[in-house]
């Protein structure tokens, strides 16, 4: 059974940090790029940052500077650290594999295909 498993999410002030992992199991995320996207309340999923099998990577605008994301095949998994967080990026956050391994785009969430369940993020005083 395919899986994708976030956690690290969690209530945080401005300006605080994050670090969300991604895990997967029954598959090694060797073979595919790994996306992030976020979700805030009212409005469309959105991309937030990429990584390819080669660790290639793509960020979304209002993330870049402040987000990292990096892959642990190792461990099986991706994280994203989140720096100088701002309330705009409260949401879930979600990850998701795309059957390719040398490129990556966060500006389609439909060619992605196995989803994690999500892990909340908070910024918040």
């Known amino acids: 059974q395919l899986q994708l498993v976030e956690s690290g999410g969690g209530l945080v002030q401005p300006g605080g940090s994050l670090r969300l992992s991604c895990a997967a199991s029954?598959?090694?995320?060797?073979?595919?790029?790994i996306g992030w996207f976020r979700q805030a309340p009212g409005k469309e999923r959105e991309g937030v940052s990429c990584?390819?099998?080669?660790?290639?990577?793509a960020y979304a605008d209002s993330v870049k500077g402040r987000f990292t994301v990096s892959r642990d095949n190792a461990k099986n998994s991706v994280h994203l650290q989140m720096n100088s967080l701002k309330p705009e990026d409260t949401g879930i956050y979600y990850c998701?594999?795309?059957?390719?391994?040398?490129?990556?785009?966060?500006?389609?969430?439909?060619?992605?295909?196995?989803w994690g369940q999500g892990t909340q993020v908070t910024v918040s005083l």
């Open positions: 998701a594999t795309l059957n390719r391994r040398d490129a990556c785009t966060i500006r389609d969430t439909t060619i992605y295909t196995n």
């Open positions: 029954g598959f090694s995320l060797d073979y595919f790029s």
């Open positions: 990584i390819t099998s080669y660790q290639g990577t």
